[in-house]
């Protein structure tokens, strides 16, 4: 599986993201300049987290006219294998590859915790690694989580089976609609989510339940 | 020319004996720019000259220490080629006055103060001191300052991994934001801000230069009073995101060899930093500042001099280098321009729209600078054990204890850090220390920040040696070995005797202490004139420790792992209640005589432990610090909600004994197998040792009687400051 990680000025996860591909693919991801308009010959794209632009915008809102995202659209639309964690998936719902918006957080502050998440979908190339309601503990670390969308757009995430990842009961921590924390595209080949798989792949760290995340895209793109 | 009257040299912060000494140092009458620009070299913030003859006394030397006090930050070995970079510093007056941009500038600046010597910032800590919580200032405060701190640090994506926050009326109208950074280089690519040589390109990085923080330094160096607030314009603005690309453009610029010298412009911009690279080159520096990248239009030469605008680097580059180091700062979007020239005159020469605006010997701004052996007046330290109510139900206040604003749980706070970004935290905040792995490897960091200001007052000299070992003690309760401290001494006026003595008896305690365990000063940074009204702060010399780990799977945790464990402790309980906690939350008095530790004691007991962890016989270790014993093992069985049968062990009385603050202790839960030899082994060393029982269950229960519930305790623990900082009442919890 051949990746490449997207870095924006002040993305602040993208080595994050490489430690984490490197380790579990054993191949180093290509690091994409925001001002590079091409994107190399990949599978999987990431969009890491971060601050980019410094967010003094809509989170994602300057990152989504940079010239790479043309590419990264194109990547997409061609069925390629698109991440957006955290600041990445900001930067998908500003880029209308996913639908809705993430909002200030209900508390109004920046939260940083492990949480508890459920998998609610299983049949798609990010979880299917995954047990169907399995359990899982990821941290978020961000101001900007609470994910909204029009009731339609919820009910349509639903009844397309496209709500990945859900925070369990009692452990929403940012008052996402319907307890919302990842969501697949249409072609079910691009996904966001808010929490961090790739801060939980490292047993010293406190926690290997991001894993299966990046087993899973392996069994899929090799 | 502008005629300089005495009113000029008075609200320029100098005395009449410095604006003398000035005038023969010239020969002359100063510029504008010139009288600006000594106010702020010889402010008591830049030029140390009220402590500067004590710090000597400091021990600053061991084979792992790199570099010493006198650079942006201090350095030392930490194996394998790696070096660990790091310093804390103060920003208190203008997080008083702006919380939120006062403490977000303060973390921005000590980053820079990092990342300028090579180093990739790997970890924040911050030591935050607040009035009291019913004070009405108090919640905009922390709201601001915690906030400010996780904007920056967050943006940065480094991970805040910790610190201490306390509140107590001394700092009503004066709190402490002292924030830490910790980075890691190549022993092989440390940079200094020596601007060695002449006819070198002085170049200018970052953000452009404004209006916004004339004359902070000078501000930082005068009391407060009630007309403080009125300073809010001359805060700076923190722009994070131009700092996180100024990292970056300055490391890809180090990964060359382009750079002679660079340094940050902090307090005093633009400056003390050409002064000091100068000074510490032995060379002059000539800059043009209409050459000066400039936000606002019309500025003066005296502005841009003071400025403190942020985000901003000077460098010396090798001649030459120029375009390829302006290739890379146009990468990042960032300003870059080369403003001068380094010369061998040993003179700072600035000139602006074709007329030079000050030229001066650069030795006047740093040697010839004034040093001042103030006097201070010796006050007895306080002494005596205070009178307790022996009757007081020791669970119950327990229960109280774990639900005061000094002891709660700092939940509510770190959870608006990022602790976790770089994917290297191994101990996130809550426990002793916190421990950052060294990337890509099995080395690991612990950090702490610590001081006990409340034993500081009544004991300035044992304060200062407790703050330092309570550091110690939380790096080796990780299991790191301690290497070295940076100490940020938070103090009120100099100018007054009795404060003086405080400052001068709280270095005493840190050189002691710092000598005896082996743990050298290697930076630091003084905050003095901590008053408001003629009010000074409680003195707080806060301490900045890190460790090393060589394995960082050997790691110690406070949480109790395991029922069955035995719980030991380790060190010697006489029960010392003199400015206890307990004494001030139970029996609502700070009195008596401030713990003393023995240092050969701290050592030797430490040193024990540390081996226990070493050898992975022993995972879960806690010091005993605020609170005392009985506070600690609740703080063990909180975290997994396992709890313990302990008993009374060595004392009579019950309250002495699980409250009294006793220095050089730990509790450590070990498997049945080991702690028979533990204790025997502790034994055989002459160490203080004592079982207190088992762990298990999910009560605490004292010597077979009373008990009380974990989640009870944990109730009171984790609600105080979400409540507090919600506003809701704060509920009598006994």
Same mark, same amino acid.
């Not at chain 2, 060359?256 to 002679?260: G, L, N, S, Y």
């Not at chain 2, 936000?295 to 500025?299: G, I, K, S, T």
């Not at chain 2, 608006?416 to 935290?425: E, K």
């Given at each position: 599986m051949k990746s490449a990680v997207i870095v924006f000025p002040?993305?602040?996860c993208d080595r994050d993201a490489k430690v984490a591909l490197e380790q579990m693919t054993g191949k180093t991801p290509a690091m994409v300049w925001h001002q590079d308009s091409e994107l190399p010959e990949v599978d999987l794209v990431v969009l890491p987290g971060g601050f980019s632009y410094g967010d003094y915008l809509r989170c994602g809102a300057m990152a989504s006219q940079s010239a790479v995202m043309k590419s990264v659209k194109a990547h997409a639309d061609k069925g390629g294998m698109v991440l957006g964690i955290c600041n990445g998936f900001q930067v998908l719902t500003e880029s209308h590859l996913l639908p809705g918006a993430l909002m200030r957080n209900a508390a109004l502050k920046f939260v940083c915790r492990p949480v508890g998440l459920e998998i609610e979908e299983t049949q798609s190339a990010f979880t299917r690694k995954y047990e169907n309601g399995q359990r899982v503990t990821f941290p978020v670390a961000h101001g900007e989580g609470s994910y909204f969308a029009d009731e339609e757009t919820l009910n349509r995430l639903e009844g397309e089976n496209r709500v990945a990842f859900r925070y369990a009961k009692g452990e929403n921590p940012n008052g996402s609609a319907r307890n919302i924390a990842g969501i697949l595209s249409e072609k079910r080949n691009v996904l966001g989510l808010m929490p961090h798989p790739e801060r939980v792949v490292d047993e010293v760290l406190g926690g290997t339940d991001g894993r299966n995340l990046f087993h899973s895209l392996i069994e899929t793109l090799s | 020319m502008t005629q300089i009257t005495a009113a000029m040299v008075r609200e320029h912060g100098l005395s009449d004996a410095e604006y003398a000494r000035i005038l023969e140092l010239m020969g002359r009458e100063p510029t504008f720019v010139e009288l600006g620009i000594f106010s702020v070299m010889w402010s008591e913030h830049c030029s140390y000259k009220s402590t500067r003859a004590h710090l000597k006394k400091l021990p600053t030397k061991a084979p792992w220490v790199i570099q010493g006090p006198g650079e942006n930050a201090g350095v030392i070995d930490i194996g394998d080629g790696d070096a660990a970079i790091f310093k804390m510093e103060s920003h208190n007056h203008p997080s008083f006055i702006e919380p939120y941009q006062g403490a977000a500038t303060g973390v921005g600046g000590i980053m820079r103060d990092v990342f300028t010597m090579g180093a990739r910032p790997i970890a924040m800590m911050n030591a935050l001191r607040f009035g009291e919580p019913d004070h009405p200032k108090t919640r905009h405060l922390v709201s601001g300052v915690v906030s400010g701190i996780g904007g920056y640090g967050n943006c940065m994506g480094v991970p805040t991994v910790g610190g201490e926050v306390n509140f107590h009326k001394s700092y009503n109208g004066n709190i402490l934001v002292n924030a830490m950074c910790v980075g890691l280089a190549r022993q092989d690519k440390i940079f200094l801000s020596a601007a060695k040589g002449a006819g070198n390109p002085v170049v200018y990085v970052g953000s452009k230069t404004g209006r916004d923080g004339i004359h902070g330094a000078t501000m930082a160096s005068a009391e407060f009073d009630d007309a403080s607030e009125e300073k809010r314009p001359t805060v700076q603005v923190g722009d994070p995101f131009t700092e996180k690309l100024l990292l970056e453009a300055c490391l890809e610029l180090m990964a @060359? %060899?382009?750079?002679?010298a660079i340094q940050d412009m902090?307090?005093?911009g633009l400056t003390s930093s050409s002064a000091e690279m100068g000074d510490k080159g032995g060379s002059g520096i000539e800059l043009d500042l209409d050459k000066v990248p400039q936000?606002?239009?019309?500025?003066t030469a005296y502005e841009m001099m003071l400025s403190e605008s942020q985000e901003r680097m000077l460098a010396v580059l090798k001649p030459g280098r120029e375009a390829q180091a302006e290739a890379i700062f146009k990468k990042w979007e960032l300003d870059f321009a080369v403003i001068g020239i380094t010369t061998n005159t040993n003179r700072l020469v600035i000139k602006h729209k074709g007329k030079v605006e000050a030229d001066m010997p650069i030795t006047a701004l740093s040697d010839a600078a004034p040093i001042y052996e103030r006097p201070y007046t010796e006050r007895k330290p306080l002494a005596g054990e205070p009178a307790y109510d022996k009757n007081k139900p020791v669970l119950a206040s327990l229960k109280t204890i774990l639900a005061s604003p000094d002891m709660a749980s700092r939940r509510w706070v770190w959870e608006?850090? %990022?602790? /976790? !970004?770089?994917? %290297? /935290?191994v101990q996130v905040p809550g426990g002793d220390a916190a421990v950052v792995r060294v990337h890509g490897s099995k080395k690991a960091l612990a950090i702490t920040t610590d001081v006990t200001p409340r034993y500081c007052r009544p004991d300035p000299f044992e304060g200062g040696k407790q703050a330092v070992a309570e550091a110690w003690r939380n790096l080796t309760a990780v299991g790191a070995l301690p290497l070295a401290v940076t100490d940020n001494l938070n103090y009120g006026n100099p100018q007054k005797p009795e404060i003086m003595w405080e400052i001068v008896a709280g270095i005493d305690g840190i050189g002691a202490a710092c000598r005896a365990l082996d743990f050298p000063v290697i930076g630091g940074n003084c905050s003095l004139y901590n008053e408001t009204n003629g009010e000074g702060i409680l003195p707080t010399p806060a301490i900045g420790g890190v460790g090393l780990m060589?394995? !960082? @799977?050997?790691m110690a945790t406070v949480a109790f792992k395991r029922a069955g464990d035995v719980v030991i402790l380790i060190g010697e309980t006489k029960g010392h209640l003199g400015q206890s906690i307990y004494l001030r939350e139970i029996e609502g008095r700070e009195e008596g005589a401030a713990p003393k530790v023995d240092l050969a004691v701290e050592k030797k007991n430490g040193d024990f432990v540390r081996k226990l962890i070493e050898a992975g016989r022993v995972d879960t270790v806690h010091d005993v610090s605020d609170g005392g014993l009985l506070v600690a093992v609740a703080e063990m069985a909180m975290p997994r909600g396992i709890g313990a049968s302990i008993g009374l062990a060595g004392l009579p009385e019950a309250i002495p004994f699980w409250f009294g603050e006793d220095q050089a202790r730990y509790v450590i839960a070990a498997p049945l197998a080991q702690a028979d030899k533990i204790v025997a082994e502790a034994q055989a060393a002459g160490i203080t040792v004592a079982e207190l029982g088992k762990t298990g269950g999910d009560t605490i229960i004292l010597d077979d009687k009373d008990s009380v519930k974990i989640a009870a305790l944990k109730d009171g623990f984790e609600n105080w400051f979400p409540n507090y900082m919600s506003g809701e009442e704060i509920p009598v919890t006994n």
């Open positions: 002040a993305s602040n | @060359t %060899d382009a750079i002679i902090g307090a005093a936000r606002e239009a019309n500025m608006q850090y %990022d602790h /976790t !970004v770089m994917a %290297d /935290t060589q394995d !960082v @799977t050997k």
